[in-house]
């Protein structure tokens, strides 16, 4: 059960950079590892013959795993390190020293801070940013710091002494502090922006430079302004690199709910001296039956109930209610004031994302697990569900379009989208069986109808979705058919083509989505692909009949024009010889008649 179980789990790890964490069947924790693309480095696990007995043996005992998505892989390996100094799993034997990554140091209580590497963190009022994970990487980055940001790079025994400006001055790399020529005001607004650029406001800091950049080259100052580009470009992703580890934060717990029908999933991330220390994840079960507000208040309280250390920030995606209530509770617990915090905007916001983002594809795998899907669903799938109201996110949608003529050679589609891309071998057509009537509605249900008649099958695959192309009419008659069919569990909806507006079974109102959705713009391909699918088939039928008797697809010629027109000349070899205005001597056929008759029996004579 256990391996089907791991089968299903490998099949739907998103393609992500990311940190796992590979359980026992208790829950524990075996081994920890990072992948810049998740799958393949965890299926790697469970393939092929393992190359050691150390391998051998994690693979014997692996019964589950979880992961956390990161943006790079250098936040992942970031994140890999913290959690396995925490954690210290038995199998990371290779990453349980005490290896030190290195950081940038600000010394903001200096007169004249400056800024360097270093890879021992002291409590001595600096600020330290990072760590980095590749030293090549922060040297560039210190280069590119060093003209976008000019600040003394020499040692507080060389400033105290004074002298000579050094050849940083004159590249404009340094105010020359040790010769009183920087302003000490000047000297602070960069110290500020520098830090306010690593504590997450570098969008700001960093168009002040494009706007640099562009104005070099107005002045033909190409190689400077492709220097500024370049160490933009550079900076410009420095800040995603902050997000697992910043001693200057205080000790706090994000906590992310994510809610989509009767589920909800809480993942919950640690922050203790800077560093992601633990990861947890909470399901609730019946969440339909409370709002997210109620549901948070009831994760806070599982998740702190038998925990003593709490700490004095809970960062929240949904604020709960009793927020003050558990606010004093929590307080009580910790011995200080706690409080829960919504972050709009800033680094705190930052890491409330990363685990709502976790959350949210923790909560789209038990979904996916629990229907059988072994792929991950696309954002429209999710779009719709929540517009229309579905239990579970479309991944199978059938969409069904009538063509006929004026009621004649009318002919029905069914199309299969499978994760929104189009899946074949699923087409069927359908020749209508309704006598020559332009009753779309009662077309569209005889073809409901047989199209339910299948699902009883044994390897039939019942759709999460049906799609009408077609208004009220068309989409409450096939409702009523898979009702007396015992299919009214199956979700219809309607797309109407002018409006482009979505019909619901027994809603007086359309739902209507903008254009941009991503919803809409997966039901409007749904629709066009079963327009063309009929379309094509009602040409070819009428291509084929042209061949047998190419008076079929001349309009508005009924069968008493018809009859008439064989009595007259006997056959349709003598009509095809007769002139328009022969044709025009037949009563009922006019000029318009008699040119679209003489034109399809010389097409006609043409295929012959």
């Known amino acids: 059960m256990w391996r089907k179980h791991l089968e299903e789990k490998l099949r739907l790890v998103p393609e992500r950079p990311g940190v796992y964490l590979l359980k026992n069947a208790r829950g524990e924790i075996l081994y920890i590892g990072k992948a810049k693309r998740l799958p393949g480095r965890v299926r790697s696990y469970f393939r092929g013959t393992a190359p050691d007995v150390r391998l051998e043996q994690l693979r014997s005992r692996v019964r589950d795993f979880d992961y956390v998505v990161t943006a790079n892989e250098a936040e992942a390996l970031v994140l890999e390190a913290n959690l396995v100094k925490s954690h210290a799993p038995f199998f990371n034997i290779e990453l349980k020293d ?114 640099r950049m562009r104005a070099l080259a107005k002045e033909l100052r190409f190689e400077e302004s492709a220097q500024f580009r370049d160490d933009i470009q550079r900076l410009a992703t420095l800040g995603e690199r902050q997000r697992m580890t910043d001693l200057n934060r205080p000790d706090l717990d994000a906590i992310a709910l994510a809610c989509r029908g009767n589920r909800a999933l809480a993942t919950m991330f640690s922050h203790r001296a800077g560093k992601v220390v633990g990861m947890w994840r909470l399901s609730v079960g019946e969440a339909d039956q409370a709002a997210p507000p109620a549901i948070m208040a009831t994760v806070l309280a599982e998740h702190y109930q038998g925990r003593d250390q709490v700490p004095p920030i809970v960062l929240t995606n949904i604020l709960p209610t009793d927020q003050a209530v558990l606010e004093g509770w929590l307080s009580e617990k910790a011995g200080r004031r706690v409080r829960l915090v919504l972050p709009r905007r800033g680094p705190r916001a930052e890491l409330i994302r990363v685990a709502s983002e976790n959350a949210a594809l923790a909560l789209e795998e038990v979904e996916l697990l629990e229907a ?164 094509g088939y009602h040409r070819r039928l009428r291509r084929e009949a042209m061949t047998r008797d190419p008076l079929s697809a001349v309009r508005g010629l009924g069968a008493k024009r018809r009859q008439a027109l064989m009595a007259r000349f006997g056959d349709l070899v003598s009509l095809a010889k007769a002139s328009e205005g022969e044709l025009m001597k037949t009563p009922g056929v006019g000029p318009n008649l008699a040119r679209e008759i003489a034109a399809a029996l010389r097409r006609g004579g043409r295929r012959g």
């Not at 590119?144 to 001055?169: H, I, N, V």
């Not at 002919?411 to 069927?428: D, I, T």
């Not at 019942?462 to 009220?472: E, F, M, S």
Request: glycine share 10%.
């Open 372 to 535: 059988g899907t072994q792929e991950r669903l696309q954002a429209s799938a999710y779009v719709l569900q929540d517009a229309l109201g579905l239990s579970t996110a479309p991944y199978r949608i059938e969409g069904f379009d009538i063509s006929n003529l004026q009621g004649r050679m009318a002919v029905g589609s069914q199309v299969v989208f499978r994760n929104g891309q189009p899946h074949k071998s699923g087409y069927r057509r359908y020749r209508i069986r309704l006598k020559d009537s332009p009753d779309d509605v009662a077309m569209m249900a005889e073809m409901i109808e047989r199209r339910a008649g299948h699902f009883a099958d044994e390897e039939a695959v019942v759709p999460d979705l049906i799609l009408i192309d077609g208004g009220k009419g068309q989409v409450n008659r096939a409702a009523d058919v898979l009702r007396d069919a015992g299919y009214g569990s199956i979700p219809v909806v309607g797309l109407a083509k002018r409006e482009e507006e979505l019909f619901l079974p027994g809603e007086r109102e359309p739902v209507r989505l903008p254009r941009s959705s991503s919803g809409l713009q997966l039901l409007q391909r749904v629709r066009d692909e079963a327009h063309r699918f009929a379309v």
């Open 98 to 211: 005490d290896k030190k990554y290195p950081f940038l140091k600000i010394g903001v209580r200096h007169a004249y801070p400056r800024l360097l590497v270093t890879r021992t963190v002291v409590a001595d009022g600096s600020r330290y940013f990072g760590p980095f994970v590749r030293v090549k990487d922060l040297r560039q980055v210190l280069r590119s710091l060093q003209r976008l940001f000019p600040l003394r790079s020499c040692t507080d025994r060389r400033l105290a002494q004074g002298g000579r400006e050094c050849l940083k001055y004159s590249l404009g790399l340094c105010p020359a502090p040790c010769t009183g020529k920087a302003d000490p005001d000047l000297y602070r607004q960069t110290v500020e922006r520098l830090v306010r650029f690593f504590e997450g406001g570098g969008e700001g800091v960093l168009r002040h430079w494009e706007r």
